[in-house]
């Protein structure tokens, strides 16, 4: 059995941008246990090898084996906004940490090298999993979800474009996903997203009225 809460209740804007939350699931010891290409998985994601990511510039993956790893590859990376991947397998295997007993690795190939990002938890004192593919991944082509969109749209999104009055949905495709800083009067948020528009890194605030854009801030230059 597994437990889906759905809403986006920090996401500004109507039911039409809403989106699915974290997902907590528990699941008993007894479960199957992630085996090659999602079998068995514990969560509730289909067999689907081609993945979009979500949470573009926050999810990180890195190098798997670590063994694989060369003296020049970075610690981590991060995912790209809208950056699809080829799932090879799903397995678990021991926290390097210690804080958890096991993490549950999404393997997935990129350039022809081996990566692998944590999907999930299993916390043996608990005895249940919490998977995080809603978190990362969306569960279906953005271009299905948001099919009503133009294509002058969708063209800025992939140019990684910001500009008032777009939508919650279409900032987050553009600039991956972005983190609540406060709630002001007459329910304006502002957000953070780690990229300025045309995808270039650093920090871009945004302010949302009604799910809209009304201004927005990138390194000291107001707009």
Request: hydrophobic share 30%; with cysteine; net charge positive.
């Amino acid at each position: 059995m597994a437990y889906l809460v759905w809403g986006c209740h920090s996401h500004p804007g109507p039911p039409n941008w809403l989106c699915p939350a974290r997902k907590k699931s528990p699941f008993p010891l007894k479960a199957s246990r992630p085996e090659a290409r999602g079998e068995g998985l514990p969560g509730r994601r289909p067999q689907v090898p081609h993945q979009c990511v979500k949470a573009g510039y926050q999810a990180e993956y890195f190098t798997y084996p670590a063994s694989e790893k060369s003296t020049t590859d970075p610690p981590s990376r991060q995912f790209d906004s809208l950056e699809k991947v080829v799932v090879h397998r799903i397995i678990e295997r021991v926290a390097p940490s210690g804080s958890r007993e096991k993490q549950v690795l999404l393997l997935f190939q990129k350039e022809g090298k081996d990566f692998a990002t944590v999907v999930g938890f299993f916390d043996s004192k608990e005895k249940q999993y919490e998977m995080l593919f809603d978190d990362l991944f969306y569960l279906k082509d953005p271009h299905d979800i948001y099919n009503h969109w133009s294509r002058e749209t969708w063209a800025k999104i992939q140019a990684h474009q910001l500009e008032q009055g777009m939508t919650f949905a279409q900032v987050a495709l553009s600039l991956g996903n972005g983190n609540l800083v406060t709630t002001q009067a007459g329910g304006v948020q502002l957000y953070q997203f780690n990229r300025r528009p045309g995808g270039e890194a650093g920090k871009s605030r945004v302010r949302f009225s009604e799910g809209r854009v009304t201004e927005y801030e990138i390194m000291g230059k107001s707009r």
